[in-house]
């Protein structure tokens, strides 16, 4: 991904850099038997960083997939630097990069970058089985998140893809009260490989990737 300058989070100065930068642009060169063509350039996000130090991805549990865990008898648990509080699962980001364009203008996807949360993930058991599923990378520009599944303690694969993220229900990019930049409302689901791999971990057919698992919150730690 190419690298783009910084700018500040806030978006009001995001929006007048962005006027400012428009203001500035100047006409194709021409001579006097031809028109060169003109090439459309990659707008300037609305907010950029360029490398991302916190805060997290949080999960906010969908009740239907904590009823499906409890049908196949699946208790869910955490690992690493993961945690589950009141319902939701939070995996602290460690790096990457985000880039955020307008929404309502014609350049997609209007969300790209990388965001990772290393060190983290949850575990699923059922009697003696345990499937680990940690070290996520989520890519906003394919909507698929990534990571590493084990089985029992056994590495099955890295770059497995686990979530389908499904931003047609994202919410507008704001910032909190310290200045992190906040995308809320991703609708999670179980991926078609991992649906697979769980039915055949588990003995069982009922996992499929319409299984909702929650709505997500990425809140991203302001550029200093």
């Not at 997609?108 to 990388?114: A, D, E, F, H, T």
């Amino acid at each position: 991904m190419r690298t783009i300058s910084k700018v500040t989070l806030g978006l009001a100065t995001a929006s007048l850099l962005v006027a400012g930068l428009a203001g500035c642009s100047a006409p194709a060169a021409q001579t006097e038997e031809t028109t060169a063509p003109s090439v459309a350039a990659d707008p300037e996000p609305l907010a950029s960083i360029p490398a991302l130090d916190g805060v997290d991805t949080a999960v906010a549990l969908d009740q239907g997939f904590v009823d499906a865990l409890t049908s196949l008898g699946l208790t869910p648990g955490v690992t690493g630097t993961a945690t589950l509080v009141d319902g939701s699962l939070h995996f602290p980001i460690t790096g990457g990069n985000v880039d955020y364009y307008d929404p309502n203008e014609s350049y997609r996807p209007y969300v790209q970058g990388l965001i990772n949360h290393d060190g983290s993930g949850i575990t699923l058991t059922a009697g003696d089985t345990v499937v680990g599923l940690s070290d996520f990378e989520i890519d906003p520009g394919t909507s698929r998140l990534t990571g590493t599944v084990t089985a029992n303690g056994a590495e099955v694969g890295k770059d497995i893809f686990i979530f389908n993220l499904d931003g047609s229900t994202l919410n507008p990019l704001k910032t909190d009260a310290d200045g992190n930049a906040v995308l809320q409302g991703t609708t999670v689901l179980i991926s078609s490989d991992a649906a697979a791999l769980l039915n055949k971990t588990f003995g069982t057919d009922k996992v499929t990737d319409k299984l909702v698992v929650g709505i997500a919150t990425i809140t991203a730690k302001a550029a200093a």
